[in-house]
């Protein structure tokens, strides 16, 4: 025989990965009571920054954001290195002094001055502390990438930012910067109270788990 197999071997134990904590992310077996915002964060020639809707949860909220490209008067290698850009772990690390023009930043700021923003995360899910940290915490969870139809070519990017805990029942700030993408600080006022009234309309997505107790 030409090719031979490999021996036999005992299968290793692979150890579970870790779940991922409830500050970190929605909770699995709930589906969260839906606000439609329909808010336009911020746009430019080639960038739209969106907020169609929110999604409430007993344990923080789910704020649902598409970012839309096209290259407008960009080349082609230009128009890529704008569509990589949107993913953190494609920017060089984050140093001290000053942040990069091609790093999107997402913040919220409530009444009190209290901040939290999706800067200097870490995305390696084996990494993530299971005991809360301090809150609040703003987290980047990743999507997809949705299709447009039309003849101009467009690049359609769906995002979750996840605000842990729910945000006091006030009016507070929600802020995106991204130089790379002509967008300077923009901010936006999203309603507290109306998030913490539409956990009413989350349900669990079976009722009999253990986990909806």
Not at 34 to 53: F, I, K
Not at 144 to 156: I, K, L, N, V, W
């Given at each position: 025989?030409f090719?031979?197999?490999l ?128 809150g609040?915490?703003?987290?980047w969870?990743f ?17 979750g ?40 309309q ?12």
């Open positions: 025989m090719f031979e197999p021996p036999e071997q005992e299968e290793q134990t692979r150890l579970p990965k870790p779940g991922l904590p409830a500050w970190y992310a929605p909770p699995s077996g709930e589906m969260g009571g839906v606000m439609v915002s329909g808010l336009m964060l911020a746009r430019t020639q080639n960038v739209a920054v969106t907020l169609p809707t929110i999604q409430a949860f007993e344990t923080g909220c789910l704020m649902n954001v598409d970012i839309v490209m096209r290259p407008h008067t960009l080349s082609a290698d230009d128009f890529q290195v704008l569509q990589l850009s949107v993913y953190p772990h494609m920017i060089a690390r984050v140093g001290a002094g000053r942040l990069p023009d091609d790093l999107l930043r997402f913040g919220v700021r409530f009444a009190d001055g209290t901040k939290a923003t999706t800067i200097g995360q870490r995305f390696d899910r084996t990494q993530l502390p299971q005991e809360p940290p301090p609040p915490r703003l987290s969870l999507g997809g990438m949705s299709m447009r139809s039309g003849d101009e070519e467009m690049s359609a990017i769906n995002m930012l996840w605000l842990w805990p729910l945000p006091p029942p006030e009016t507070f700030e929600l802020g995106v910067e991204w130089p790379a993408g002509g967008i300077e600080l923009r901010i936006a006022h999203l309603d507290g109270e109306a998030i913490g009234s539409a956990v009413q989350s349900v669990p997505y079976w009722p009999d788990s253990p986990q909806s107790e």
